[in-house]
C-alpha cells in the first residue's frame, strides 16, 4: 500500500516515529493509502529547516521568487488530469467538480499571488518638509499554514502561495483525511527547483502535528482555515504567543430569494450552493429564505430539480453528488436530520443514506435533504452541518428576513436575489456576512478580501489582505 512521506528540507521522508495513520477512500469506505503520523518532533525539524531556510528566499529578488511559484503553477496545469483524480479520490468530491474548480484553482491560487507580489508596493508619507515615512513591508519569518479536507489543494495554495509569494518560508499541515494532493504538490516543488527548507509539509492528526506548528515558537504567523471550535483551541494558543493569526472558520449562510428575483437564475444557482462538493463548502447557503409570494412555486421546483441530482460513484462523470468525507461525519450529517425531525421539520425530500453497488458499495453516501417548518432559532439552523442539507423558509418583510438571515453566531457568507438594485445594496449592508454574493454565488475575484465576521473568523485573506498578513510593516522615518 503506498506510503505517503511528509517534505522536510526539500526531501521526502518518513516520520521519526515510523508511525502512518489509514487514509480512506470516502467513496469506497476503505483504507487505500497510509499518510505519515507526524508529531512535534518532525514539526520541530521542518521549523528548523524552514528557518535556515527563511534568509535567502526572503532575501531572493521578488521575480525570481515568482518564476519559481509560476513554474509550479504550470506543474499543476501539466499534471491536471493526474491531480483531479486523486483528489477525488480522496476526498469524494466529483471528478467533474475537482476538474472545474479545486485543481484549476490552485494553480490560478499561485499565479496570483507569484505575481501580485511583484506589484506589492508599499506607502511613502511626507511630513511637510521635516520628514518622509516610508512603510517598510518585511516577510514575518516562518508562518504555519493548515487547511481543512472539503477543498483540499484549493485551500492549501490559497495559504502557502502568499506567504512564499511575500518572502516567508512555510510550515504547512493539510487535512489528515485529504493528504494525498499535497503530497503529490511536494513532488511538483522538486521538480520546479523550490530551494530546500522553503515549503515544508508535515502530515499528520489535528492534535499532535497541527498543535506542533501553532505551538513552536519560531513560527511567527499562523493561517489556519477549518472548524469555529478548532479555531478558538488555536487562538487559546497562539494569542498569548502574540502570534499572527488569521483564522477562517465556518458558516450557517442564508441564501435570501425574494420574489423579483430573476426566479430561473436563483432557482438553478440555488442548486449550486446549496448541494455542490456534498454540501462541504463553507460557503454553501444552508438556509434559503423565500419571499412568500414564491414560496411555494420554488421550493416545489427545488424539490423537483434535487430529486433529479445524480448521487454516485464520483469517478463518474454524470454524478452530481459524491461520497461524504468520511463515515464519521456522514453518521453527523444523518444526525442532523434526525434532529430536524426532532424540532418539528419536516424531510421534503432526501435526507437518506444511499447504498450503492459495485465498487461504492461501502461509501459514504446521502441523498441531498431539503428541510421545511422550522423557524431560524432552532439548532438545525443555526449550527453548521456542512453536509447535503438545507432548511428552506418564507418571509414577508425585509426586516424580517435581515433579522432572520443575522441571527446565528456565524456571519461568513450571504447571497441574496433581487433585480431591485437599491433592495440588493441596502440588504447587502445590513447583513452580517462577510462575503455578499448578489444574484451570483462563488463568483471569486482573488483580489477582493475573503473572510468571516463573528465566529465564521478573524482577518481577511485575498488579494493584497493576504500579502500584508504574511508582512510587518515597519515605519521608516527619515528626518530631512
Ligand atoms: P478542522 O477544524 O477539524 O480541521 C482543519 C485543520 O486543522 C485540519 O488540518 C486539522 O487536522 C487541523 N487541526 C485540528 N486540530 C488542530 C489543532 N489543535 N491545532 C492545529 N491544527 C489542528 O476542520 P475540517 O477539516 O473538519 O474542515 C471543515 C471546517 O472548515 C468547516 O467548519 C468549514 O466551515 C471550515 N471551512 C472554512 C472555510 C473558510 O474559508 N472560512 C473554508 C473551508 C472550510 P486533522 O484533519 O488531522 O484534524
Same mark, same amino acid.
Given at each position: 500500500?503506498?506510503?505517503?512521506?511528509?517534505?522536510?528540507?526539500?526531501?521526502?521522508?518518513?516520520?521519526?516515529?515510523?508511525?502512518?495513520?489509514?487514509?480512506? /477512500? =470516502?467513496?469506497?469506505?476503505?483504507?487505500?493509502?497510509?499518510?505519515?503520523?507526524?508529531?512535534?518532533?518532525?514539526?520541530?525539524?521542518?521549523?528548523?529547516?524552514?528557518?535556515?531556510?527563511?534568509?535567502?528566499?526572503?532575501?531572493?529578488?521578488?521575480? *525570481?521568487?515568482?518564476?519559481?511559484?509560476?513554474?509550479?503553477?504550470?506543474?499543476?496545469?501539466?499534471?491536471?488530469?493526474?491531480?483531479?483524480?486523486?483528489?477525488?479520490?480522496?476526498?469524494? *468530491?466529483?471528478?467533474?467538480?475537482?476538474?472545474?474548480?479545486?485543481?484549476?484553482?490552485?494553480?490560478?491560487?499561485?499565479?496570483?499571488?507569484? #505575481?501580485?507580489? @511583484?506589484?506589492?508596493?508599499?506607502?511613502?508619507?511626507?511630513?511637510?518638509?521635516?520628514?518622509?515615512?516610508?512603510?517598510?513591508?518585511? =516577510?514575518?519569518?516562518?508562518?504555519?499554514? $493548515?487547511?481543512?479536507?472539503?477543498?483540499?489543494?484549493?485551500? &492549501? #495554495?490559497? !495559504?502557502?502561495?502568499?506567504?512564499?509569494?511575500?518572502?516567508?518560508?512555510?510550515?504547512?499541515?493539510?487535512?489528515?483525511?485529504?493528504?494525498?494532493?499535497?503530497?503529490?504538490?511536494?513532488?511538483? +516543488? @522538486?521538480?520546479?527547483?523550490?530551494?530546500?527548507?522553503?515549503?515544508?509539509?508535515?502530515?499528520?492528526?489535528?492534535?499532535?502535528?497541527?498543535?506542533? @506548528?501553532?505551538?513552536?515558537?519560531?513560527?511567527?504567523?499562523?493561517?489556519?482555515?477549518?472548524?469555529?471550535? #478548532?479555531?478558538?483551541?488555536?487562538?487559546?494558543?497562539?494569542?498569548?504567543?502574540?502570534?499572527?493569526?488569521?483564522?477562517?472558520?465556518?458558516?450557517?449562510?442564508?441564501?435570501? @430569494?425574494?420574489?423579483?428575483?430573476?426566479?430561473?437564475?436563483?432557482?438553478?444557482?440555488?442548486?449550486?450552493?446549496?448541494?455542490?462538493?456534498?454540501?462541504?463548502?463553507?460557503?454553501?447557503?444552508?438556509?434559503?429564505?423565500?419571499?412568500?409570494?414564491?414560496?411555494?412555486? &420554488?421550493?416545489?421546483?427545488?424539490?423537483?430539480?434535487?430529486?433529479?441530482?445524480?448521487?454516485?460513484?464520483?469517478?463518474?462523470?454524470?454524478? /452530481?453528488?459524491?461520497?461524504? $468525507?468520511?463515515?464519521?461525519?456522514?453518521?453527523?450529517?444523518?444526525?442532523?436530520?434526525?434532529?430536524?425531525?426532532?424540532?418539528?421539520?419536516?424531510?421534503?425530500?432526501?435526507? *437518506?443514506?444511499? !447504498?450503492?453497488?459495485?465498487? +461504492?458499495?461501502?461509501?459514504?453516501?446521502?441523498?441531498?435533504?431539503?428541510?421545511?417548518?422550522?423557524?431560524?432559532? +432552532?439548532?438545525?439552523?443555526?449550527?453548521?452541518?456542512?453536509?447535503?442539507?438545507?432548511?428552506?423558509?418564507?418571509?414577508?418583510?425585509?426586516?424580517?428576513?435581515?433579522?432572520?438571515?443575522?441571527?446565528?453566531?456565524?456571519?461568513?457568507?450571504?447571497?441574496?436575489?433581487?433585480?431591485?438594485? *437599491?433592495?440588493?445594496?441596502?440588504?447587502?449592508?445590513?447583513?452580517?456576512?462577510?462575503?455578499?454574493?448578489?444574484?451570483?454565488?462563488?463568483?471569486?475575484?482573488?483580489?477582493? =478580501?475573503?473572510?468571516?465576521?463573528?465566529?465564521?473568523?478573524?482577518?481577511?485573506?485575498?488579494?493584497?489582505?493576504?500579502?500584508? &498578513?504574511? #508582512?510587518?510593516? !515597519?515605519?521608516? +522615518?527619515?528626518?530631512?
Amino acid at each position: 500500500m503506498q506510503k505517503l512521506a511528509n517534505y522536510i528540507d526539500g526531501e521526502l521522508i518518513a516520520p521519526l516515529s515510523g508511525n502512518y495513520i489509514d487514509n480512506y /477512500n =470516502p467513496a469506497e469506505g476503505r483504507v487505500y493509502s497510509m499518510l505519515p503520523d507526524s508529531g512535534t518532533e518532525d514539526v520541530r525539524v521542518a521549523v528548523d529547516a524552514a528557518t535556515r531556510a527563511f534568509p535567502a528566499w526572503s532575501a531572493m529578488p521578488v521575480d *525570481k521568487r515568482s518564476a519559481l511559484l509560476l513554474k509550479i503553477a504550470d506543474l499543476i496545469d501539466r499534471d491536471l488530469d493526474k491531480l483531479v483524480r486523486a483528489e477525488s479520490t480522496d476526498s469524494g *468530491k466529483p471528478l467533474a467538480q475537482a476538474r472545474r474548480l479545486d485543481i484549476p484553482r490552485a494553480a490560478a491560487n499561485m499565479r496570483f499571488f507569484a #505575481t501580485g507580489a @511583484i506589484h506589492f508596493s508599499s506607502e511613502a508619507h511626507v511630513t511637510g518638509s521635516d520628514a518622509v515615512n516610508y512603510t517598510l513591508r518585511t =516577510p514575518v519569518g516562518v508562518a504555519g499554514c $493548515i487547511s481543512p479536507w472539503n477543498l483540499p489543494l484549493y485551500l &492549501f #495554495t490559497w !495559504k502557502i502561495a502568499p506567504a512564499l509569494a511575500a518572502g516567508c518560508t512555510v510550515v504547512a499541515k493539510p487535512s489528515e483525511l485529504t493528504p494525498m494532493t499535497a503530497f503529490l504538490f511536494s513532488q511538483l +516543488c @522538486i521538480e520546479a527547483g523550490l530551494p530546500k527548507g522553503v515549503l515544508n509539509i508535515v502530515h499528520g492528526l489535528g492534535n499532535k502535528a497541527g498543535q506542533g @506548528i501553532v505551538e513552536h515558537p519560531h513560527v511567527s504567523a499562523i493561517s489556519f482555515t477549518g472548524g469555529t471550535v #478548532t479555531g478558538k483551541r488555536i487562538a487559546s494558543t497562539a494569542a498569548p504567543m502574540l502570534k499572527k493569526l488569521s483564522l477562517e472558520l465556518g458558516g450557517k449562510n442564508p441564501n435570501v @430569494i425574494f420574489a423579483d428575483c430573476d426566479f430561473d437564475k436563483a432557482l438553478e444557482t440555488t442548486i449550486e450552493s446549496s448541494f455542490s462538493n456534498q454540501g462541504e463548502i463553507c460557503l454553501c447557503g444552508s438556509r434559503i429564505f423565500v419571499e412568500r409570494a414564491i414560496y411555494e412555486r &420554488f421550493l416545489e421546483q427545488l424539490i423537483k430539480r434535487t430529486r433529479s441530482l445524480v448521487v454516485g460513484d464520483p469517478l463518474e462523470e454524470k454524478t /452530481n453528488i459524491g461520497a461524504l $468525507i468520511s463515515g464519521a461525519h456522514m453518521k453527523k450529517v444523518l444526525g442532523y436530520i434526525t434532529l430536524a425531525r426532532e424540532e418539528g421539520g419536516e424531510v421534503l425530500t432526501g435526507g *437518506k443514506p444511499v !447504498k450503492l453497488s459495485g465498487r +461504492c458499495q461501502m461509501g459514504y453516501f446521502v441523498e441531498p435533504a431539503i428541510i421545511a417548518g422550522l423557524g431560524p432559532d +432552532c439548532r438545525t439552523n443555526q449550527e453548521e452541518i456542512f453536509g447535503p442539507v438545507v432548511t428552506v423558509m418564507p418571509f414577508d418583510t425585509e426586516e424580517e428576513v435581515i433579522a432572520a438571515a443575522n441571527s446565528t453566531n456565524y456571519g461568513l457568507s450571504a447571497t441574496v436575489w433581487t433585480e431591485n438594485l *437599491k433592495r440588493a445594496h441596502r440588504v447587502a449592508a445590513h447583513l452580517k456576512s462577510g462575503i455578499i454574493w448578489v444574484n451570483c454565488w462563488l463568483f471569486r475575484d482573488l483580489r477582493t =478580501p475573503f473572510g468571516g465576521m463573528k465566529q465564521s473568523g478573524v482577518g481577511r485573506e485575498g488579494g493584497w489582505e493576504a500579502l500584508r &498578513f504574511f #508582512t510587518e510593516a !515597519k515605519n521608516v +522615518c527619515v528626518r530631512l
